[in-house]
């Protein structure tokens, strides 16, 4: 009964299904969870979605900006982009269903040990109010008021956490934590502009250089920052993201033992 957890797919199934078969997975009685970006940018989007669905209750995933920047596309609040590879999807006869599949995942996970997200969580929050503000974007993207929530989804401001927050500006300030940071400074601003690099002038840092307060050890996998190259991986950060889109592998974490599999890019 092995859990894995995999890297950003980015609509990338064969490389998926290569190192699934490579670690003899039984969706019988293991588990795939994926840290989001299941879409967008490779060729495979609709399959892969199709694939991960199909899985059934041996399938678990975060949303990352890439699911939450195609499910924005569905309700009709932007059009695709040139870079955009979702249009499959889109025009796909199970499109609706696989929206509502999408929209019904979460955007923080626990599992065993490990906290389960996108981007990463901020050092200003501990996880007791992570998990619970990440569960207020799931439910306004799960209610009949989704449209509203996804209309303001995008957009850098406000750049820093303030309880005080309400409305729109604090579900976009949510979102943006758990789904896009990269650096922030000491107070939790964020800077959502950097993105090829992995360093930043001070006072900006990675968003994991920071001490943490919770009461007890948590450890975190995250994906979404290709430039990485995968590190950290080292309790307590598993960075999952090896960029397979751009040309680099897939990681496959077991969660039991923290062994990686890697799958290089296939031409």
């Excluded at 596309?73 to 269903?97: F, K």
């Excluded at 401001?157 to 922030?184: A, K, Q």
């Excluded at 950290?232 to 751009?246: C, E, I, R």
Aim: charged share 20%.
């Amino acid at each position: 009964m092995a859990k894995y957890a995999v890297g950003d797919i980015q609509g990338c199934l064969n490389p998926l299904e290569a190192l699934l078969n490579r670690v003899a997975f039984n969706p019988s009685c293991d588990t795939l969870i994926s840290v989001g970006d299941l879409v967008n940018r490779g060729p495979q989007s609709l399959a892969t979605l199709r694939y991960c669905m199909g899985l059934g209750s041996a399938f678990k995933m975060v949303l990352g900006n890439h699911d939450l920047h195609l499910l924005a596309i569905a309700e009709g609040i932007r059009a695709p982009s040139a870079q955009d590879t979702i249009q499959e999807v889109l025009d796909a006869p199970d499109r609706e269903i696989i929206f509502s599949w999408l929209r019904s995942q979460p955007l923080l996970l626990s599992e065993d040990n490990y906290q389960i997200v996108h981007a990463g969580i901020p050092h200003i929050w501990d996880i007791e109010q992570a998990q619970s503000l990440a569960k207020e974007v799931t439910d306004a993207i799960q209610s009949s008021q989704r449209k509203t929530f996804f209309e303001h989804m995008y957009g850098n401001h406000p750049d820093v956490w303030h309880n005080s927050l309400v409305g729109s500006e604090r579900l976009r300030t949510i979102t943006n934590y758990l789904t896009r940071m990269r650096f922030c400074d000491p107070r939790g601003r964020l800077d959502l502009k950097a993105k090829e690099c992995t360093s930043q002038p001070e006072p900006y840092k990675p968003w994991f250089s920071y001490e943490r307060t919770d009461k007890n050890p948590i450890e975190i996998i995250f994906g979404h920052w290709a430039a990485l190259k995968g590190k950290p991986f080292k309790s307590p950060l598993f960075a999952l993201d090896t960029g397979y889109v751009w040309g680099g592998s897939m990681r496959l974490m077991c969660l039991q033992d923290q062994q990686i599999f890697h799958q290089e890019f296939i031409v």
